[in-house]
């Protein structure tokens, strides 16, 4: 019945996406959010749940939506976002980026996928049972950050002030997909990350470069201070850093051994002969998965443009970002680096801390997992790929680390979706697909021992 209902209304469910697509809501730029909010809000009204506004002091609302069942008092969360990534470059698309044009299948967009797509799949899924049988298999909630793409630097509290509505027994998390061979990748946990900027200031202004035998330049003391960080080896060698760090479990590494990981193409797309330090196959995959990092994102001193300029700048600017692996923390991590710095003697430095979040996971053996993943099997007609850690981050510990419910992220994407680049898009037959997976897992939820 629920199936028969999401085929008849697959129109009205594309036209509803293509409708939020449309409303720009780039939190980078604070274009369209609360716009953007209040369409969210409308759209789960529509769909059957009462809403909530969740604001903290500072921030872009949280939308909050809910159903209760009247037969289960079991409760599946979903987390998802309304905020998307600035759509530049522009003259890269091929279609207006908040245009929500569909061509051969597809419907692009800035944020079809990421996340807009997800979040309309899961609400049909719901939506689709309050028409069928007017209830809900499970009691439902929605909660729909605004500031995922920019960190959600101002969730901690949002999540701490509501914590008695967030309860749940499990939650599915905003992404996923299949990959090109139609297998679905579910995705356990994410690193944390951790931001940082280094000033390094010396004279008042920039000066002719010919006073470079008496004025300090600040450019060499930020390489100086930076080369104290790694050694060409790929170690990181701020005292500490990797105290704490749990590799994969004997389990975690069966199921890393389980990932097709395609090496050969992600290569290929980027030109390269090889990954660092030369590790490939299983190797590459638990290092990409399982190592913290310590990138330098930016650099920006003096004269960058075109030609030369012999000028000694007055001021020296680095960005960098921390991935980090459980059991890492960004503060303890944070405090070590500045130690760091003063040890080796940069403490003249000033820096800068920028978001953060934290790494987190939930076990492979949580039965939850395998349910979703059973389900998925039998919607997608392939064994889903599971990670018990993948290479990116989000606001997910807030969850899983102050309810300690599992977690799982699934979602209807595909290789091709271009999820933060030009020509982002989403394939209609996977939007449907995921809203029918949602449906199942919902129905299956009910008699699980998750
Ligand atoms: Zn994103």
Redesign the pocket.
């Known amino acids: 019945m629920v199936y028969k209902y999401i085929n008849e209304h697959a129109e009205t469910f594309i036209q509803d996406l293509v409708r939020l697509v449309r409303q720009p809501s780039i939190s980078a730029k604070g274009e369209g959010i609360a716009e953007c909010a209040r369409l969210v809000e409308e759209m789960m009204q529509e769909a059957g749940l009462s809403t909530k506004i969740l604001m903290g002091e500072v921030g872009n609302p949280v939308i909050y939506g809910e159903v209760w069942s009247k037969n289960s008092e079991k409760t599946l969360l979903f987390y998802d976002?309304y905020d998307?990534?600035p759509p530049e470059p522009l003259e890269k698309w091929d279609y207006e980026p908040f245009g929500g044009k569909i061509v051969n299948g597809r419907i692009y967009g800035r944020?079809v996928t990421?996340?807009k797509g997800n979040f309309v799949s899961r609400l049909k899924a719901v939506q689709a049972f309050l028409e069928t049988i007017g209830d809900v298999p499970v009691n439902i909630k929605f909660f729909v950050d605004g500031e995922?793409?920019i960190g959600s630097p101002n969730l901690a509290p949002i999540v701490e002030a509501y914590r008695h509505i967030l309860v749940a027994d499990a939650a599915i998390w905003?992404?996923g997909g299949t990959d090109r061979k139609g297998r679905p990748h579910l995705y356990l946990g994410l690193k944390g990350v951790l931001s940082v900027e280094f000033k390094a200031k010396a004279a008042k202004k920039d000066v002719h470069s010919a006073n470079a035998p008496l004025i300090p330049n600040p450019a060499w003391r930020l390489v100086w201070a930076l080369n104290t960080l790694k050694d060409e080896y790929e170690r990181i060698l701020i005292e500490g850093f990797y105290d704490n760090i749990v590799p994969p479990s004997a389990e975690e590494t069966e199921f890393l051994r389980r990932i097709p990981f395609e090496e050969k193409e992600l290569k290929e797309e980027l030109g390269l002969k090889q990954f660092l330090k030369g590790v490939s196959g299983f190797e590459a995959l638990k290092t990409w998965l399982y190592q913290p990092t310590c990138t330098i994102n930016g650099l920006f001193a003096g004269y960058t443009g075109k030609g030369s300029k012999t000028v000694l700048p007055h001021e020296a600017v680095a960005k960098l970002d921390f991935r980090l692996v459980p059991n890492q923390k960004s503060d303890e991590i944070f405090d070590k680096l500045v130690r760091h710095l003063k040890r080796r003697g940069f403490g003249d430095l000033e820096i800068i801390r920028h978001g953060s979040t934290e790494p987190t996971k939930t076990s492979v053996s949580d039965p939850f997992v395998s349910l979703v993943a059973k389900t998925a099997e039998k919607i997608y007609g392939e064994k889903a790929v599971i990670y018990p850690l993948s290479a990116g981050s989000g606001p997910m510990y807030l969850f899983r680390n102050f309810f300690g419910y599992p977690i799982v992220s699934a979602g209807c994407g595909h290789p091709e979706s271009n999820?933060?680049a030009p020509n982002e898009n989403l394939k209609i037959e996977s939007f449907i697909t995921g809203t029918k997976f949602i449906a199942t897992l919902i129905s299956d939820f009910v008699n699980a021992h998750a």
């Open positions: 976002h998307v990534q944020g990421d996340n995922e793409e905003e992404f999820t933060h």
